[in-house]
């Protein structure tokens, strides 16, 4: 019977993780536009909603929390997405704002701003144990706290520029969430603003707002914009690649990151003889690279990343990949795209030698064989023998 159960309560708890998979890129686009919709709601409570209305000291304050609120649901709507916890937890941050701003003041946009997002919480709590990728550290949660931490920055300095407005030279000091916005920004981007602050609240204002909003708007740009940047170097570095590949000709083709591999890379470079190493294996390639040696990450079983390396203007292919069966692919696929080429195949084993042969390698080699006649050559040189007393 406990087991029963407990087998029950798994599946129970498994089942919403199924469901999220399917749903969560709808959910993500509904955070989206509900942060879109919090977006225009902010901009037309400042444009069209009276100012005689406020007549609370804490009315008139819903523009930037509704805003900012809906900034929030569309930088985190695309991590929603992917079912990250993190932001599921960060994205409680929105409506907490919009019903907060709703209650202090209530009028027909912050109201439907403080409903629109919590039905976005409504939407998503259901399937909370669903948000099981990822973690609460690392780089996701990083940028996500980067991002957020700005965002309320932002909220803070507007907020607080608005709040002690006249506080400020020149005459009338900061009015309007305009003017806000703008002293927020080149205060926090370190632009400099044409405001002073006359009293000591107000000096004390900008100084924190200096403190935490200049590390998070550096860090914030760095983390929007550094995915971007990496993209483009990427793009570049794959085109300059491909035109290095492009002009190769009479090379030599080592597909894998053995140590065979890498001596035979190293004895053709001191021949002169130009190589390209093709393989599977990131980090084996980075550390090829690192040596000066021409490398391409890609499949050696496929022809298209055969083609990559310029196969087909090749002088010779060598497979000398870690596993005897991975060279035989190999060999089978280059043999079937160039009939004519010369493929030296390395095993690891004596028994894939004919294997490989039959395959369509030109020259299978067994490099235990080729060491052991080696050491026994030498072992038994008459010239390196000791004179015996």
């Given at each position: 019977m406990t087991s029963v159960s407990v087998a029950g309560a798994r599946r129970e708890e498994v089942r919403p993780r199924f469901r999220l998979r399917s749903r969560a890129p709808y959910l993500g686009a509904a955070a989206a536009l509900v942060g879109l919709l919090l977006v225009i709601l902010g901009f037309l409570s400042a444009t069209f909603v009276p100012t005689d209305i406020y007549r609370d000291p804490l009315g008139g304050y819903d523009p930037p929390f509704d805003v900012i609120a809906g900034l929030l649901l569309v930088a985190l709507s695309i991590r929603?997405?992917?079912?990250?916890?993190?932001?599921?937890?960060?994205?409680?941050?929105?409506?907490?704002?919009?019903?907060?701003?709703?209650?202090?003041?209530?009028?027909?946009?912050?109201?439907?701003?403080?409903?629109?997002?919590?039905?976005?919480?409504?939407?998503?709590?259901?399937y909370r144990s669903g948000f099981f990728r990822g973690s609460g550290a690392g780089p996701e949660a990083t940028s996500?706290?980067?991002?957020?931490?700005?965002?309320?920055?932002?909220?803070?300095?507007?907020v607080g520029a608005r709040w002690l407005g006249?506080?400020?030279?020149?005459?009338?000091?900061?009015?309007?969430?305009?003017?806000?916005l703008y002293f927020t920004i080149t205060t926090i981007s370190t632009n400099g603003s044409n405001y002073t602050p006359l009293t000591d609240t107000a000096r004390w204002y900008v100084v924190i707002l200096i403190l935490l909003g200049v590390g998070t708007f550096l860090s914030a740009v760095v983390v929007l914009f550094l995915p971007f940047?990496?993209?483009?170097?990427?793009?570049?570095?794959?085109?300059l690649e491909r035109a290095q590949m492009d002009e190769l000709r009479d090379h030599v083709v080592i597909c894998g990151v053995s140590a065979e591999a890498r001596a035979t890379a190293e004895a053709l470079r001191e021949e002169g003889v130009r190589t390209v190493i093709l393989a599977t294996?990131?980090?084996?390639?980075?550390?090829?690279?690192?040596?000066?040696?021409?490398?391409?990450?890609?499949?050696?079983?496929?022809?298209?990343?055969?083609?990559?390396?310029?196969?087909?203007?090749?002088?010779?292919?060598?497979?000398?990949?870690?596993?005897?069966?991975e060279s035989l692919l190999t060999v089978i696929t280059a043999r079937a795209l160039l009939p004519g080429l010369r493929i030296v195949a390395v095993a690891a084993a004596d028994s894939s030698l004919p294997k490989l042969r039959r395959a369509g390698a030109?020259?299978?080699?067994?490099?235990?064989?080729?060491?052991?006649?080696?050491?026994?050559e030498a072992a038994l040189s008459s010239g390196s023998s000791p004179t015996r007393k």
């Open positions: 929603i997405r992917d079912r990250s916890p993190v932001a599921w937890i960060f994205s409680l941050i929105a409506p907490t704002l919009a019903v907060f701003v709703a209650v202090v003041s209530p009028n027909a946009f912050s109201i439907t701003a403080a409903v629109a997002s919590s039905l976005v919480v409504a939407a998503i709590f259901p996500l706290l980067v991002v957020v931490t700005a965002l309320l920055s932002l909220l803070f300095g507007m006249s506080q400020f030279a020149p005459a009338p000091g900061i009015q309007g969430w305009g003017d806000a940047l990496q993209r483009r170097l990427e793009g570049i570095t794959e085109r294996d990131a980090h084996g390639l980075d550390l090829l690279k690192a040596e000066g040696l021409r490398t391409h990450h890609g499949d050696p079983s496929t022809e298209e990343d055969l083609k990559a390396v310029g196969v087909d203007r090749a002088r010779a292919l060598i497979v000398a990949q870690t596993s005897d069966a030109s020259e299978a080699i067994s490099v235990v064989n080729v060491a052991a006649k080696l050491v026994s």
